[in-house]
């Protein structure tokens, strides 16, 4: 099975080289030269654009930073849609407007190319690893078709629903993300206001019931002093704006969300845009007055 690949970040790439080390031909583009080099470098073919990478693939994924970008890569000139023929199989990695996928899955129906909206979760530690969770909307057969591809990128794959239902489950799953990034940040730095170490109260609660995958990946980091993404806070800001516009379109309240979405619209605003979205412990600094105390080996 020949695969493209389009959008090559910081999970892009990552992804791409774990089909490459599983064995498929693969052809890649990239705004970014630096990526396809790199790629091709391991013996991932080049592609000038989206269409030619279309040309030369029975599958092709996207993995781009908004819904602007992916349709303007799969349906704008030059696009995967003008390279690609019946039966070629379209996916998104990336995360978007559930609508859009929508949209895209029945632009390409007309030419016959199944679209999967498949927006993954894992950060960067599960695209460079391969065990990435991933959700995914739209025809059956066709995920069925390339769960092999999907193997070599993920460790869950969940057929959630029709077109759309892959980007739904993302935002409910960034509801998620986001509320754990506040509350750690919030936790931490109540220990430390109230004279108790940080991380020893990470180190107490990690295995009751509030155990969840950001206390158990991300304290370790931010007591080091690393906020670099990972996953950037521009990106889980445009996702939460995702997820509240979602709600307003089906007449959902979530007041919880909204209020760390305002938070992470902060950190952009402080100048935070490219660190971690655990870096939002930064907003919470300023609130309190306090900076989150280092371990001694940091």
């Given at each position: 099975m020949r695969v493209g690949y389009i959008g090559l970040g910081l999970m892009g790439k990552a992804i791409a080289g774990n089909i490459l080390?599983?064995?498929?031909?693969?052809?890649?583009?990239?705004?970014?030269?630096?990526?396809?080099?790199?790629?091709?470098?391991?013996?991932?073919?080049?592609?000038?654009?989206?269409?030619?990478?279309?040309?030369?693939?029975?599958?092709?994924?996207?993995?781009?930073?908004?819904?602007?970008?992916?349709?303007?890569v799969v349906l704008g000139p030059e696009g995967v849609v003008e390279g690609g023929r019946p039966g070629l199989i379209v996916v998104d990695n990336s995360t978007i407007q559930p609508e859009a996928a929508r949209a895209i899955a029945a632009r390409l129906a007309?030419?016959?190319?199944?679209?999967?909206?498949?927006?993954?979760?894992?950060?960067?530690?599960?695209?460079?690893?391969?065990?990435?969770?991933?959700?995914?909307?739209?025809?059956?057969?066709?995920?069925?078709?390339?769960?092999?591809?999907?193997?070599?990128?993920?460790?869950?794959?969940?057929?959630?629903?029709?077109?759309?239902?892959?980007?739904v489950a993302k935002a409910c799953n960034q509801i998620m993300v986001a509320a754990q990034m506040v509350a750690m940040g919030e936790l931490m730095l109540l220990a430390q206001k109230a004279g108790v170490d940080p991380q020893r109260v990470v180190e107490a609660i990690r295995g009751g019931a509030a155990q969840c995958w950001t206390l158990d990946v991300k304290p370790v980091r931010l007591f080091r002093g690393e906020r670099g993404p990972g996953f950037k806070a521009h990106m889980m800001d445009k996702d939460l704006r995702i997820v509240l516009a979602t709600a307003r379109a089906y007449g959902m309240p979530l007041p919880s969300a909204a209020v760390h979405a305002q938070l992470y619209a902060d950190m952009l605003e402080l100048g935070m845009r490219d660190l971690d979205n655990s870096a939002v412990i930064g907003v919470l600094e300023k609130m309190a007055g306090v900076q989150l105390q280092l371990s001694d080996g940091a």
């Open positions: 080390k599983a064995g498929f031909p693969l052809t890649v583009h990239n705004r970014s030269r630096s990526a396809v080099e790199e790629l091709v470098g391991r013996g991932a073919r080049p592609a000038l654009s989206p269409a030619l990478v279309a040309a030369e693939s029975d599958v092709v994924f996207t993995n781009l930073p908004d819904t602007p970008d992916v349709e303007q007309e030419v016959q190319m199944p679209f999967l909206d498949a927006p993954v979760s894992g950060g960067d530690v599960g695209a460079r690893e391969g065990t990435l969770t991933i959700m995914v909307g739209g025809d059956r057969d066709a995920v069925e078709a390339i769960r092999p591809v999907f193997a070599a990128i993920g460790k869950s794959l969940t057929h959630v629903g029709e077109s759309g239902a892959g980007q």
